[in-house]
């Protein structure tokens, strides 16, 4: 009878593989291969885990050992590169290899029945592989995108390129013409079809692009991979890019572990975004590891933004990474918008917009066209108080605000989602004057109605977008011309291309201006490019409205308000990369951040005073223990201790020596350790 020893991993924390038995049920059973998946219990459950090794022998006596309960032969085993992908992914952010590469599958394929994969297999089957990829309606572009475009698709090896293009400048469609160019190319004389990933920050929030790719490619599968699909959609869209059945599949951060045999372009849209980075378990940069892939592959990346974070920026700068530019919109005659600061000590707010803002409202309004309020605040105040006595709405298990929605009769913490009634009178002294401090998106939205009743206000953000699909509808009504203006929080800031809004009003932020965060002013002028870049997209109209932004600032001499307008993200990029090398911050060193949280903060700081001490640490800064800004979320306190050093490779093997130590130590923190972490 055929035996081995499969070495398998699991998704636990346990950092090592398990030696399994595995006999053939019977002559005609094929041989085990690496990369395939195999049902087996463990302790006393069932579970599914992967062979990532073979052997004639193992170390553990022949006793002890289990045979494996069934090997999924109907699935094609995971590629080598990609468990090499997983490997990297694995020791780069310090977690064992089963606690990456399990759950980097779909749910359903590590179910313990197999119903679903042979539903998912066989529908595949019947769906057969369509074969043209000539794309239809291919758009006009003008000389510098298709010059981008050109020099995309006819890289070869790795070459990873940052097109940074101002907003509107019409960077998707150069993805599109590069990834037709690859596809046709591959169409035409290599054994395999070509795969295309195209990673998205938030798939949600442009489902245009999605409609937009298959409209433009009718003759291939485009596969999407991002977590609000169902699990049966999620594991057919997961079978067709192993199988290499979809060519083009479009994904959010989860998509850069998906199977892809025949990766030949990555590109990674809006790549400064931080949703890239996953923020809990592994804690991974999909921009990150995309580029190792692409690296590993020998293929073609790009990294497109009009804002690109200081670490791609850098790179462009030390030569590693080639720079393409798009200097102008896409539309002809669409011109970007005059940006301009209105102080607001000069021009008193009233209902938070100062008269400038209300006399270009009134303006669109005439004119028939469209305005966008951002204001990255929801609800209608972040915090309710006393002035009799000065009781303020502190959470009780936060140490932050309970914030007053007014339509909803709540008061509602943001950070463990507790819900209270609004209180009729003071807790504390009984005062039945309760006054709401400071503005978010409801109460502005009710001081516009007031202020233009026959105005159609609509306000978008994740309270007026609970439902499914509700988001979508808002989004169409803005489109469809049925709102006059629009009040948003980041949520209308990415992506979305409003024919007819020619204003853009900017409220309060001039909060991320003082924040202790360092990376706080790169993000703040993104995001302010970003919102900036939704006006005046489409060409100025006869007798309308020049499309201009405004900028309500206590601080106007403010260098970053002043980059803004000039629309020079160059030269503020530069003078953020000298401040960061002067103060020794990323990207000229590199950081891990060690967290840990407990019921008290005392236990969470001593565990993070054992592992500053538990090891020897030259050529590493390890700094004092301390508690997070926000230190008690849901009751719980939280503390950090970040540790640095000059070198990656350095830093990466200290970490590996460093884990070792702190499993070791007892304690009832909770902790986790995150390389490259963005939130210190
Ligand atoms: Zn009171
Ligand atoms: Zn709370």
């Known amino acids: 009878m055929k035996q081995s020893i499969l070495q398998i991993v699991l998704d636990t924390p346990l950092d090592s593989s398990f030696d399994y038995r595995w006999q053939a049920s019977d002559e005609s059973e094929a041989m085990p291969q690496i990369g395939q998946l195999v049902q087996l219990s463990f302790g006393r459950r069932e579970v599914v ?68 994969l ?166 991974y940069s999909a921009r990150d590891l995309a580029v190792w892939r692409a690296h590993q592959l020998g293929i073609p990346i790009v990294l497109g933004s009009a804002t690109p974070s200081l670490e791609t ?75 009799a006595c000065g009781w303020v709405s502190n959470c009780t298990r936060c140490t932050s605000f309970m914030v007053l929605h007014k339509p909803e009769h709540r008061l509602r913490c943001h950070h463990c989602s507790l819900e209270l009634r609004i209180p009729k009178s003071c807790p504390t002294c009984g005062n039945v004057d309760l006054q709401p401090l400071g503005r978010g998106t409801q109460r502005l939205e009710e001081g516009l109605r007031a202020m233009f009743p026959e105005a159609r206000v609509l306000r978008i953000d994740a309270d007026s977008t609970r439902r499914k699909g509700s988001a979508q509808a808002a989004f169409d009504s803005v489109h469809n011309g049925e709102v006059d203006i629009l009040i948003g929080t980041q949520m209308v800031a990415k992506g979305h291309d409003f024919k007819n809004l020619t204003l853009v009003g900017i409220l309060n932020p001039d909060t991320a201006l003082f924040s202790h965060d360092y ?18 997209r489409a060409a100025q109209k006869e007798g309308g409205s020049a499309s201009e932004v405004l900028i309500q600032t206590r601080y106007p001499q403010h260098p970053l308000y002043a980059a803004v307008i000039a629309h020079d993200y160059d030269r503020f990029a530069t003078s953020l990369l000298e401040e960061r090398a002067q103060a020794c911050l990323p990207p000229y060193i590199y950081q891990a ?8 903060l005392e236990t969470a700081i001593e565990f993070l005073q054992q592992a500053a001490h538990c090891i020897e640490h030259t050529g590493i800064t390890m700094h004092d223990p301390i508690p997070m800004s926000m230190t008690r979320v849901a009751n719980v306190d939280r503390a950090q201790l970040l540790i640095e050093c000059p070198s990656r490779p350095g830093l990466q093997a200290f970490l590996t020596d460093w884990m070792a130590q702190l499993r070791q130590i007892k304690t009832r923190a909770k902790w986790s350790l995150e390389v490259d972490p963005v939130d210190i």
């Open 593 to 600: 951040l060690l967290r840990a949280e407990a019921k008290e």
């Open 49 to 116: 885990g992967m062979i990532v090794g073979i052997s004639a022998e193992s170390d553990v006596p022949a006793e002890k050992l289990k045979s494996v309960q069934a090997v999924r032969h109907q699935l094609p085993p995971l590629s080598k590169q990609w468990l090499a992908l997983c490997r990297f992914a694995a020791d780069y952010y310090q977690r064992p290899l089963g606690e990456v590469a399990l759950p980097g599958l779909p749910k359903n394929l590590r179910a313990l029945t197999t119903v679903a």
């Open 313 to 387: 920026w850098h790179h462009t700068q030390s030569g590693r990474y080639k720079k393409l530019e798009l200097r102008e919109r896409a539309v002809r005659d669409a011109v970007l918008p005059q940006v301009r600061r209105i102080d607001m000590e000069r021009d008193k707010p009233s209902e938070g917009l100062t008269s400038i803002l209300v006399s270009a409202l009134k303006q669109r309004l005439e004119r028939g066209e469209q305005s966008l309020l951002f204001l990255n605040r929801r609800g209608y105040a972040p915090v309710i108080a006393c002035d």
């Open 519 to 536: 990376r706080a002013s790169e993000r703040l002028f993104a995001q302010l490019m970003q919102v900036a870049g939704r006006a005046g």
């Open 118 to 283: 042979d539903r998912g297999l066989k529908k595949l089957q019947q769906a057969g592989v369509p074969h043209d990829a000539t794309p239809i309606d291919v758009a006009q572009l003008n000389p510098a995108q298709q010059q981008a475009a050109d020099a995309i698709a006819g890289a070869t090896g790795f070459a990873p390129t940052l097109l940074y293009g101002v907003t509107g400048s019409g960077k998707t469609e150069v993805y599109l013409q590069a990834a037709a160019q690859i596809l046709a190319h591959s169409e035409n004389g290599e054994d395999n079809p070509s795969q295309i990933l195209i990673l998205v920050p938030e798939i949600n929030l442009t489902p245009q692009l999605e409609g937009n790719i298959r409209a433009r490619f009718p003759g291939v599968t485009v596969a999407t991979l991002h977590s609000g699909l169902a699990e049966g959609e999620r594991m057919r869209h997961w079978l067709a890019a192993h199988l290499g059945q979809a060519r083009i599949i479009l994904g959010t951060r989860l998509a850069v572990l998906a199977s892809l045999p025949h990766l030949k372009l990555i590109v990674i849209d809006e790549e400064h975004d931080p949703s890239y980075k996953q923020q809990e378990g592994l804690r």
